[in-house]
Nanobody, 122 residues
Framework: QVQLVESGGGLVQAGGSLRLSCATS????????MGWHRQGPGKQRELVAA???????NYADSVKGRFTISRDNAKNTVYLQMNSLKPEDTAVYYC????????????????WGQGTQVTVSS
């Protein structure tokens, strides 16, 4: 069984920074892509940033230049450094991992964390 647990959310003033972490548990061998999505009040869930096991990154236009995604493949952990936060960044942030293979050879297509709240005050 695979689990993703996010941490690092909270309340911050506009212009501030937060660092989100997503740790995985389970006998994981490889994860293809890990990423962060968010869902703001009254909005659909959207991709924020993603990173492949080879380090290729993809960002939403709204966060380019402010957010940085990184991962530790040895720990199967992904991070999101968020700088210059804006009130419109307020959302629940979800960690996602896809194309997972565990040490028994089992394949899991897609897993999500429970989410962590990020609130940016103006």
């Amino acid at each position: 069984q695979v689990q993703l647990v996010e941490s690092g959310g909270g309340l911050v003033q506009a212009g501030g920074s937060l660092r989100l972490s997503c740790a995985t548990s389970g006998r994981i061998l490889t994860i293809n892509t890990m990423g962060w999505h968010r869902q703001g009040p009254g909005k659909q869930r959207e991709l924020v940033a993603a990173i492949t096991s080879g380090g290729i990154t993809n960002y939403a236009d709204s966060v380019k230049g402010r957010f940085t995604i990184s991962r530790d493949n040895a720990k199967n952990t992904v991070y999101l450094q968020m700088n210059s936060l804006k009130p419109e960044d307020t959302a629940v942030y979800y960690c996602n991992a896809n194309h997972i293979v565990d040490r028994s050879g089992a394949y899991y297509r897609d897993y999500w964390g429970q989410g962590t709240q990020v609130t940016v005050s103006s």
